[in-house]
């Protein structure tokens, strides 16, 4: 099978290569070619030397995605994205990138099996940021999509068209509605959810981080792990056990952010809590409040979608696969 991960050189993207380079079989069928794309050029791991590719290219530029799917990958993994912050700052940026990119990519798909029979899996990173206020106690599977950002609009278009492609039998897709990935390794980007990662990961690093928001705020959480796994089990699960509804809400943890220093001091100790400076931010309070708090994500559980129960096991897990398992 020729897989595709458009968006590789990102966390996501680079955990999902990493993972399927150590476990061969985790797709669930052998992979003789791998395709990895970003705007940079993706790392490969050395167990793909003979059997990869990587580009860097744009998916929003003309003709770039004619150019992936001429390969005709049998799954394409679709990553690619820029995050909530820039996307809000950026409007046009953000619907060329999040938008157009991805209808480009659906309708290279499209063409291509209108010029020989060609029907690939299609998996794609959606968000929580498609749903929007007033909320439930919990938001169901039954829910209404309606964004309060253009972060969240342009992921809630893309599901419509991913479900009606898929309807019309073009291509196998099911988008995949992540919660906000925590504790994500490396530097802070511009998400406006990145604070929920930052004031985790820096004092683990015995480094201070900055709080925007109250410690009642209340979010939706899996781990960077659990987020691989989501994309894993939606490359190898039966679509017909779906049906016509091609989006899903994946599992997670609701918490607030005071439970999220809580564990931090269980795990590392009070100094370690100690290094969240409170810095209020309206800007940032002001988008996080239009966002979810809670799911009750039964059809993904329900089709075997796993994540973790707590925020002990979000911060173990970074420090077993970030920090050697040593804070």
Known sequence: ??????????????????????????LGYEISRITLVDVIEPPVPAAYSATSTALALDLSTEGSAGQLVATRPDVIFHLAAIVSGE???????????????????????????????????????????????????????????????????????????????????????IGIRLPTICIRPGKPNKAASGFFSNILREPLAGQEAVLPVDENVRHWFASPRSAVGFFVHAGRIDTSRIGPRRNLTMPGL??????????????????????IRREPDPVIAAIVAGWPTNFDARRARELGFTAESSFDDIIRIHVEDELGGKI
């Open 87 to 173: 996307a809000e700052a950026d409007l046009d940026k953000g619907y060329r990138v999040n938008l157009d990119g991805t209808r480009a990519l659906f309708e290279a798909i499209r063409a291509e099996g209108q010029r020989e029979r060609y029907f690939p899996r299609l998996i794609f990173a959606s968000s929580i940021a498609v749903f929007g206020q007033p909320f439930p106690e919990k938001i169901g599977d039954e829910f209404f999509t309606t964004p309060l950002t253009s972060y969240g609009t342009q992921k809630a278009i893309c599901e419509l068209l991913l479900a009606d492609y898929s309807r019309r039998g073009l291509f196998d897709g």
């Open 1 to 26: 099978m020729h897989v595709m991960i458009i968006g590789a050189a990102g966390m996501i993207g680079r955990k999902l290569v990493e993972k399927l380079a150590a476990e061969p079989e985790a």
């Open 254 to 275: 609701s918490a607030l952010v005071g439970e999220e220093i809580e564990a931090l001091k269980r795990m590392a100790g009070p100094k370690a809590a100690g290094l």
